[in-house]
C-alpha cells in the first residue's frame, strides 16, 4: 500500500526579502533557498545570486512531478535514506 506523500504536490514558489519559500499545496514549507545580492556579503556567507536561488527553487519546486522510479535509480550510499514505494 502507498503512503501519502508528506509534502503533496503542487508545489509553489515564494520569494521574501532574503529567500524563496517552495510550498506544498498544503502550505507546508519543504524548502528554503537564500539568497544575497550585496557581492561581499555573499561571498563571506557563500550565499547564492538572487537569480541562482530562484532557479533552484523553481527545479525543487518540481520535484514532486518526477516519477520515483527514476529517482529509485539514482545511486545513494550506503546505509542513505531511501524511499520503499
Keep these: 500500500m502507498n503512503s ?5 504536490p503542487p508545489w509553489s514558489v ?4 532574503a529567500c524563496f519559500t517552495v510550498r506544498d499545496c ?13 557581492p561581499g556579503r555573499r561571498s ?3 550565499l547564492l545570486t538572487r537569480d541562482e536561488a530562484l532557479l533552484f527553487a523553481v527545479n525543487f519546486a518540481e520535484l514532486p512531478s518526477l516519477p520515483w522510479r527514476i529517482l529509485k535509480e539514482i ?6 535514506a531511501s524511499r520503499n514505494d
Excluded: C, I, M, W
Design 14 to 17: 515564494e520569494e521574501t526579502t
Design 4 to 8: 501519502p506523500r508528506r509534502f503533496p
Design 44 to 46: 563571506k556567507a557563500k
Design 26 to 38: 498544503a502550505g507546508q514549507p519543504p524548502s528554503y533557498v537564500y539568497f544575497e545580492d550585496e
Design 75 to 80: 545511486p545513494r550510499p550506503p546505509n542513505s
